[in-house]
């Protein structure tokens, strides 16, 4: 099958469309893969540590969205407009302090064995995943979208721009400038930066780089709260949901280059347009298989990811 | 000061540093000659906090501090620039300096111009990131990450491994002048015996993890030592 061959049977106009209607939505699923891949870029670049629980981060961010619009909608229908931001900041909360937990009683004990955090983390996912099933029950649950967030914006006639993904990709765009702002322009970031380069160093310069770690690991999870909270946007919330985006996630921080912040955005962004857009001329299957392909390919000729930095030694 | 006592350090089984102790008053530089191997990056790591001992003390103005994590001992008043130098090479020169300093000091602005005006070239090349420095500039910026922490004591473990002729001569006269204006208490490592010869106060001979040798300043046997650092 010929790639000219499935274009066939639309129109210029058509094909114009679609493809950028495709590349819409595509940016909705290239803003999830940035808010959960800005997470686990930064938890994987500071502590070497491949959090396998970074889905349910997640899920534990949407759940919080969902909580805060049944109460919304039981005793305060009149801020229904209004909460969504306050659910943002809350999601952040929730998964912040159970990734501090996390790393507090399982993760400090193993960044002496970085391979046995994959098979520790794994166990994590799969307490919390069950631990939501537990008390949200397994069926889909959904938060109450306010009415800002629902319907499209039409720029021409066939074009249909969802207003959700419009909302999802400013947040992402937010986050993304204010973890930028934060590992560059803060203490605590300078922190981060000088651990990574030399943990031992850092120490030994005043630092205390446990505290760091900890602050690091639960940052990393908060995000994913984040994208959690707008995730509800898109799509139902189940105890699962998270595990989903996992291994997508996994992707795009290899393909970005660990510990690269630019090259996170552009592999999420290009991961996320290829198979979006792959995806409507062909099956979800083939799609898939097409970007692995491309990533492994890519991944062949640089090996160390899409960027990274150089110095003088 | 600083006063080591009886300190043993050991990796696994291999017992390295054997009952060392060592005192370093205000505005002294106590020199510890050694070749390689002979247990001096061990030594100094172990003040840093980097090793932990098998047993003995280490006391910084009369506080206990061998329990302690490095940085808290940077805290406490315990700076290091190790062998080798090890500044950030992705970290601006700036953002190296900026990491030696406490966030909450008083006197930030001031410790950072200080450090600037003692080495000016770091200025010029603030914006830079330091692995691209050649090492002698590395070295100073190693110096300067160290001295805004505002040490009491200060550690140095071969301050002159890979850095020419000229740039040592500097190096001396610097640490003299930290010394005095400072009032530091400096414990540097060597093999270079013309660097240490000007400036320590005291020197000792470290021979397989024990002090061998002892000399204090007008009366350094200069052909003893060399005997000991000849291979």
Redesign the interface.
Known sequence: MGITNIFSGYTGEELLSIFTMQGFSSLSLFSVFLLMALGLAIIFGQMKIINMAHGEFLTAGAYTTVIMSDMVVKYMPGLLPYYFIFAIIAAFIVAFALGYIVELSLVRFLYKRPLDTLLATWGVSMILQQGFRLVFGGREDSANLPDWLMGSWYPTETIAIPLNGLFLLGTSVVVTLLVYFLLFRS?WG??V??TV??R???????????RIDRLTFAFGCGIAGVAGAVFTTIGSVSPAAGSLYIVDTFIVVVFGGAGSLLGTIFSAFGIAQLQSIMEFFLTGVLAKVFVLLSVVGILMIRPQGLRS?K??? | MISVNKLNVAYGQSAIIHDISLQAEEKEIVAVMGKNGMGKTTLMKSLIGLLRPVSGSIELDGVDVTAWESYQRVAQGIAYVPQGRQIFSQLTVEENILTGLDPKSPQKIQLFEEVYAMFNVLYDMRKRKGGNLSGGQQQQLAIARALVSEPKVLLLDEPTEGIQPSIIKDIARLLNEIKETKNLAIIVTEQVLSFTVDIADRMFVIESGRFQHEDVRGSINEEKIKAFLSV
Not at chain 1, 200 to 208: H, K, L
């Open positions: 203490r300078l922190c930066r000088a380069l030399n031992e160093m850092s120490n030994a310069v005043g630092i205390n780089s446990k930095n110095v003088r030694e």
